[in-house]
């Protein structure tokens, strides 16, 4: 054999090294965001949100384009869950990530404003954007109010 990389009797160049193994590191799944007992505090929903964000990004699942948000009701359960579906039945097809985080946040999250709760609660309507929108939407509107 040569030094130019050829094998004996000229069949052609050497074969090439095998490529180094890449690191598989199994990432663990996270709590799911509830909406109820520990979930209601500020700094829960914002780590809910962070750690889902990180690890759709570590997985190169879509952030925001339409329809992501219905990546990110799966990383919900119980009552939040059942709001995540209501915005899912809202938007359509189109639910981003903000448009869900939005929604979720605002059922969930205590308002820094006391007056805001007085608006919403008054701001809450039957029909919206010209449709009627089911019962179910407006009494859990009601209740997180």
């Known amino acids: 054999?040569?030094?130019?990389?050829?094998?004996?009797?000229?069949?052609?160049?050497?074969?090439m090294p095998k490529p180094l193994p890449t690191l598989s590191v199994k990432i663990p799944s996270h709590k799911k965001f509830t909406g109820d007992g520990e979930d209601l505090k500020p700094?829960?929903?914002d780590r809910w949100y962070n750690s889902v964000r990180l690890y759709l990004r570590l997985h190169n699942g879509s952030q925001n384009a339409a329809g992501a948000g219905n990546y990110w009701i799966l990383y919900?359960?119980?009552r939040a869950?059942?709001?995540a579906f209501q915005s899912a039945e809202?938007?359509?097809?189109?639910?981003?990530r903000d448009l869900l985080v939005t929604y979720l946040r605002e059922r969930f999250q205590s308002s820094k404003h006391k007056d805001d709760t007085y608006?919403?609660?008054h701001s809450i309507r039957q029909s919206w954007n010209g449709h009627?929108?089911?019962i179910s939407i407006i009494a859990t509107d009601l209740l997180m109010h």
């Open 119 to 121: 608006q919403k609660f």
């Open 43 to 45: 700094e829960a929903f």
């Open 76 to 78: 919900t359960q119980g």
């Open 81 to 83: 869950q059942e709001v």
């Open 132 to 134: 009627v929108q089911k």
């Open 1 to 15: 054999m040569s030094d130019h990389g050829e094998v004996a009797g000229g069949a052609g160049p050497a074969p």
């Open 90 to 96: 809202l938007f359509g097809e189109n639910l981003t």
